[in-house]
Nanobody
C-alpha cells in the first residue's frame, strides 16, 4: 500500500512557475504509474499529466502541453510536476495518484487507487 504526499503548491503570478512533488512511502514504487489531477472550485476533477512506472511515457492534457513537464526519481520515491507559464485558469487543488501498471499511463481516473491529500496552486496577480 502506498501513501502519497504532495508539496510545492502556493501563490504565483501569471506567467510564473511552480514545481510540485509527490513523495511516496510504501513498497514497489516503481510498479506504479503516477497521475497528476486537479480540481478547481465548482469543476470536476480532471487529469493533467501522467508518467509511467519507469518514466518512459508521459502524457499531458491539451490545456497544459508545452507548459507542464512530469518526471520521476524512483530512487527517491518521488514524482515531480514542473509547471511553467502558469495561467489564472490553472488555479486548482492538485493531486497525485498511483495505479499499479507495468507500462504506460493514462489520464482517466479509473484504476488510480492511491491518492494524496492535494496541494493548492493559486495563479493570481
Amino acid at each position: 500500500q502506498l501513501q502519497l504526499v504532495e508539496s510545492g503548491g502556493g501563490l504565483v503570478q501569471p506567467g510564473g512557475s511552480l514545481s510540485l512533488s509527490c513523495a511516496a512511502s510504501g513498497p514497489f514504487f516503481d510498479y506504479y504509474a503516477i497521475g497528476w489531477f486537479r480540481q478547481a472550485p465548482g469543476n470536476e476533477r480532471e487529469g493533467v499529466s501522467c508518467i509511467s512506472s519507469h518514466g518512459d511515457t508521459t502524457i499531458y492534457a491539451d490545456s497544459v502541453k508545452g507548459r507542464f513537464s512530469a518526471s520521476r526519481d524512483n530512487a527517491k520515491n518521488t514524482v515531480y510536476l514542473q509547471m511553467n507559464s502558469l495561467k489564472p485558469e490553472d488555479t486548482s487543488i492538485f493531486y497525485c495518484a498511483a495505479v499499479e501498471l507495468f507500462s504506460g499511463c493514462d489520464l482517466s481516473q479509473v484504476g488510480y487507487n492511491y491518492w494524496g491529500q492535494g496541494t493548492q496552486v493559486t495563479v493570481s496577480s
